[in-house]
């Protein structure tokens, strides 16, 4: 008999797949969602109209590109748009990396960009955070000297940490490395910060958007790259044609047409995250990170019973496990504001 195990490649053989938890009674911070309903009107306006699902979706999504063109102050040609953020991460190492190849990464950071590294068979170079929180820029510097190293991924706001790194630090990686930086701003919206502006001085900066949390599109697949539309030329040809749906595409230009909404909704969000990290802060004997994103990292005497005990009161946050530099910790994403205060005060009385 043919076991299949024995064909797999071996990059992937320490794999394991990626399993999101699911507890429908509890309130759900643990996958940093935009926690607002859609705006009022933008549901019904998504479902009407004669629009066609018997055809494939416009390969190119130029409507979704005109919009966003239009928001980011890109050309269209600079835009590249993917089913998620993961499919893009994907897309920028099997276009970058692969076999003999190497991306440079920061931990502790997204899980997913070692998935990705290697799903592509690309190799990975770990320069860990100083503290857990501050980019070691010397060390990525020193680490993109190797020839094999040939992207480096950098998250800003980091998850799951939600620090910030400083601009001239990012600038000074892209300027200095030589190699493809892909600059994750899942969270920038949160931060309002961005490094798009600088795209234009540097083709091998790439920066990395999502609409799954600020856009609370979370659940229709939606993320972008900008870049020098040279640069975009070069990750087209690997792309699947028909990536993003129609549905989605549609649903893209619907929420930039909202944007204001959103923008409100973000004002709030960053309102909440203040409340719950300096709530946070106020308990004894709990660690917390301060954050620019819109969920905090911390650190209670026994985060594993923590976590259980928070679930028992129906709240789901991410349990992290053992972070590098940091140890195990909790990460919360904000919720309703009602939501927040009840977590606060359950948090307090599970570690009390
Ligand atoms: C949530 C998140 C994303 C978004 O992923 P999608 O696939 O677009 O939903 C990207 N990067 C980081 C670091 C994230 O936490």
Same mark, same amino acid.
């Given at each position: 008999?043919t076991?299949?195990?024995?064909?797999?490649? !071996?990059? *992937?053989?320490?794999?394991?797949?990626?399993?999101?938890?699911s /507890?429908?009674?509890?309130? #759900?911070? =643990? %996958?940093?969602?935009?926690?607002?309903?859609?705006?009022?009107?933008?549901?019904?306006?998504?479902?009407?109209?004669?629009?066609?699902?018997?055809?494939y979706?416009?390969?190119?999504a130029?409507?979704?590109?005109?919009?966003?063109?239009q928001?980011?102050g890109?050309?269209?040609?600079?835009?590249?748009?993917?089913?998620?953020?993961?499919?893009?991460i994907?897309?920028?190492?099997s276009?970058?990396g692969?076999?003999?190849?190497?991306?440079?990464l920061?931990p502790?950071?997204?899980?997913?960009?070692?998935?990705?590294?290697?799903?592509t068979?690309?190799?990975?170079?770990?320069? !860990?955070? *100083?503290?857990?929180v501050?980019?070691?820029?010397?060390?990525? /510097?020193r680490?993109?000297? #190797?020839? =094999? %190293?040939?992207?480096i991924?950098l998250?800003n706001?980091?998850?799951?940490?939600?620090?910030?790194f400083?601009r001239?630090?990012?600038?000074r990686?892209?300027r200095?490395s030589?190699k493809?930086?892909?600059?994750?701003?899942?969270?920038g919206?949160?931060?309002?910060?961005?490094?798009a502006?600088?795209i234009?001085?540097?083709?091998?900066?790439?920066?990395?958007?999502?609409?799954?949390?600020?856009f609370?599109?979370?659940?229709?697949?939606?993320?972008?790259?900008?870049?020098?539309?040279?640069?975009?030329?070069?990750?087209?040809?690997?792309?699947?044609?028909?990536?993003?749906?129609?549905?989605?595409?549609?649903?893209?230009?619907l929420?930039?047409?909202y944007?204001?909404?959103?923008r409100?909704?973000?004002r709030?969000?960053?309102?909440?995250i203040?409340?719950?990290?300096?709530?946070?802060?106020?308990?004894s004997?709990?660690?917390?990170w301060?954050?620019?994103?819109?969920?905090v990292?911390?650190?209670?005497?026994q985060?594993?019973?923590?976590?259980?005990?928070?679930?028992?009161?129906?709240?789901?946050?991410?349990?992290?496990?053992?972070?590098?530099?940091?140890?195990?910790a909790?990460?919360?994403?904000?919720?309703?504001?009602?939501?927040n205060?009840?977590?606060?005060t359950?948090?307090?009385?599970?570690?009390?």
């Amino acid at each position: 008999m043919t076991n299949p195990q024995t064909l797999l490649r !071996p990059a *992937l053989r320490s794999l394991k797949a990626y399993e999101s938890k699911s /507890l429908p009674n509890c309130v #759900r911070m =643990e %996958a940093n969602e935009n926690p607002f309903p859609w705006p009022e009107g933008m549901r019904n306006e998504l479902f009407q109209g004669d629009f066609q699902l018997n055809r494939y979706p416009d390969g190119q999504a130029s409507l979704l590109k005109k919009a966003l063109a239009q928001y980011t102050g890109m050309e269209q040609s600079g835009i590249l748009t993917g089913n998620g953020s993961d499919e893009l991460i994907q897309l920028i190492l099997s276009s970058f990396g692969g076999e003999g190849k190497k991306v440079i990464l920061h931990p502790p950071t997204f899980s997913m960009y070692q998935v990705a590294s290697k799903v592509t068979g690309t190799g990975f170079v770990e320069v !860990p955070l *100083l503290q857990g929180v501050t980019l070691d820029v010397e060390g990525i /510097l020193r680490a993109a000297q #190797r020839p =094999e %190293a040939s992207v480096i991924i950098l998250c800003n706001p980091n998850n799951p940490t939600g620090s910030l790194f400083p601009r001239e630090d990012l600038i000074r990686v892209v300027r200095e490395s030589g190699k493809i930086v892909a600059l994750d701003e899942a969270y920038g919206e949160f931060a309002g910060e961005s490094l798009a502006d600088q795209i234009t001085n540097y083709p091998n900066l790439l920066v990395m958007k999502t609409f799954s949390k600020a856009f609370a599109l979370a659940g229709l697949r939606l993320g972008y790259l900008l870049g020098q539309p040279e640069t975009i030329e070069l990750l087209n040809r690997a792309r699947s044609p028909f990536n993003v749906n129609a549905f989605t595409q549609r649903a893209g230009v619907l929420a930039l047409k909202y944007v204001e909404d959103f923008r409100q909704q973000t004002r709030i969000i960053q309102r909440e995250i203040e409340n719950l990290y300096l709530g946070i802060k106020e308990i004894s004997g709990v660690t917390v990170w301060s954050t620019r994103a819109n969920f905090v990292l911390f650190q209670p005497a026994q985060p594993n019973q923590v976590y259980e005990a928070l679930i028992q009161k129906g709240f789901l946050v991410r349990n992290m496990g053992n972070l590098p530099m940091i140890g195990d910790a909790l990460r919360a994403s904000v919720s309703l504001p009602e939501d927040n205060e009840r977590f606060l005060t359950v948090l307090r009385e599970i570690v009390s």
